[in-house]
Nanobody
């Protein structure tokens, strides 16, 4: 499975961005998709995950109520809609996927990351 994350960029605090994660090489509709981020000097952290059919989602405390993940299996793409962005959201964001259809403990496939920079 190949994952291509895109949609990052620079935005002012309070703004919004939508990240995309396009998959190829596997039946996307059977994969759970997770979103992670890594800020400079920090460990990678979980942001959100969505089940294979989009019926279940889970968010970190910092993402809850500001971020929404959803997917379009017909387009082999998952999305992370980020709103009310804060400077502390600045990080490289990664999407990941796994053949376990929901909330895997580890993700088998990883994309290359997309930079999100939020200025105050």
């Amino acid at each position: 499975v190949q994952l291509q994350a895109s949609g990052g960029g620079s935005v002012q605090a309070g703004g919004s961005l939508r990240l995309s994660c396009e998959a190829s090489g596997h039946t996307f509709s059977s994969l759970a998709v997770g979103w992670f981020r890594q800020a400079p000097g920090k460990e990678r952290e979980f942001v959100a995950t969505i089940s294979w059919n989009g019926g279940n989602t889970l968010y970190s405390g910092s993402a809850q109520d500001r971020f929404t993940t959803f997917r379009d299996n017909g387009q082999n793409t998952a999305y992370l809609q980020m709103s009310s962005l804060k400077p502390e959201d600045t990080a490289v964001y990664y999407c990941a996927a796994d053949r376990a259809g929901w909330a895997p403990s580890k993700y088998e496939y990883w994309g290359q990351g997309t930079q999100v920079t939020v200025s105050s």
